[in-house]
């Protein structure tokens, strides 16, 4: 449990947050998932620069695919909002003494994906975070100029995100996605 004595601070932006940790060390930093539109590219930011840093993830959309991105990315653990507060005392105290703390839910995923060897690893889990969101707009449907508008993107920066979404998936068009997000219950 947390002592009475211990500071607890927010940042609003990814540069006040830098900036804070840069002032005052940190023993651990709880990170929304949803703290910008690429929360991966900040934790990545943040571990290059604190790499001893232990980052807890706190994300109100049960999510694992992000969970495991994240992750893969260096957080030392993620916990959802449906599993706070009880969870999240322990949480921290893993993470603060150098363990990791996992959901029950991506936990199990873990499991599973052992199990079975990681033999059949999914396609779309081959893709960043922005590239997954990109997938499952045009897996719903959305041409890229629709996805451009709805994510304040340029639709040149979309069409590079699709680009590189077939390369990696080895799909040939969005008719191949849309199939691919309907038979994976991904959309």
């Known amino acids: 449990m947390l002592s ?19 002032q005052q060390a940190a023993d ?27 980052v807890l993830i706190f994300d109100k959309h049960p999510d694992d695919l992000r969970a495991m991105d994240m992750l893969r990315s260096g ?43 990681h033999a059949e690893i999914n396609l779309h889990e081959k893709l960043s975070e922005r590239e997954l969101q990109v997938f499952q707009l045009l897996g719903g449907g959305k041409t890229v100029g629709e996805i451009a508008r ?9 069409s590079t995100h699709r680009a590189r979404i077939l390369e990696k998936t080895g799909m040939r068009n969005n008719a191949d996605i849309m199939r691919y997000a309907i038979l994976n219950h991904i959309i």
Request: no cysteine.
């Open 28 to 54: 651990v930093l709880i990170m929304s998932a949803s703290f910008a539109d690429d929360g991966i590219d900040i934790l990545r930011r943040i571990k290059a620069e604190f790499p001893a840093l232990p």
């Open 75 to 117: 957080a030392s653990g993620y916990i959802q909002t449906e599993n706070a507060p009880e969870d999240l005392f322990s949480a921290v105290g893993r993470v603060r003494a150098g363990g990791q703390y996992l959901s029950q839910r991506t936990a199990e995923r873990l499991v599973k994906d052992v199990a079975r060897g």
């Open 4 to 22: 009475e004595n211990e500071a607890v601070d927010e940042a609003g932006s990814t540069s006040e947050l830098l900036e804070r940790l840069r």
């Open 150 to 158: 709805k994510l304040k993107l340029s639709v040149k920066t979309i």
